[in-house]
């Protein structure tokens, strides 16, 4: 059986930056659950930051790739710089995956560690151009392949295809 790593938050976790959940309710996660095929995760907390948290963004919204090369900060709100803590939060996801054999994602949309298709700009005036989060950029680049939560139908495709 395919596992599935999936955003913490997404799941009901209480892991956010503002100490709240972005829980989906959506049938097939649920019955991914049910059959015991996810592998709950949530980067930026096992990277070691706290929650609640000021909120990060990628600096000039470069994109996980930039600072996985080290060419792109990702910083807090506050001005304070947590790369490092998203960079190990991306290689704890990869280790998580890797683990449990994992070789699809299903991560939260717009963040800087999950987006996989936007991120926001780096101004914190809520702007999204697009772009994929520290995590999504690192998973994808050791061929896990990664969904947002609004591409479930496409990300049950992908499962069929995987154990095919």
């Given at each position: ?45 096992a990277g070691g ?49 890797r683990s449990a ?15 996989a298709l936007a ?46």
């Amino acid at each position: 059986m395919q596992r599935i790593l999936v955003s913490a938050c997404l799941m009901g976790r209480r892991v956010r930056y503002d100490g709240g959940a972005k829980t989906s309710a959506d049938a097939l996660l649920a019955g991914w659950r049910a059959e015991g095929r996810l592998v709950v995760f949530c980067p930026e907390v096992a990277g070691g930051l706290p929650v609640p948290r000021p909120a990060a963004e990628i600096e000039g919204g470069a994109g996980g790739a930039a600072v996985l090369s080290g060419d792109a900060r990702v910083l807090a709100s506050d001005g304070s710089d947590v790369t490092a803590e998203f960079v190990a939060g991306a290689r704890a996801a990869l280790e998580a995956a890797r683990s449990a054999g994992v070789r699809l994602a299903m991560l939260k949309e717009g963040s800087p560690s999950c987006g996989a298709l936007a991120i926001h700009d780096g101004t914190f005036g809520g702007r999204r151009v697009p772009g994929q989060g520290v995590t999504t950029a690192l998973l994808e680049a050791h061929g896990v392949r990664v969904f947002t939560e609004d591409q479930l139908p496409e990300a049950a495709d992908h499962l069929r295809d995987l154990e095919a």
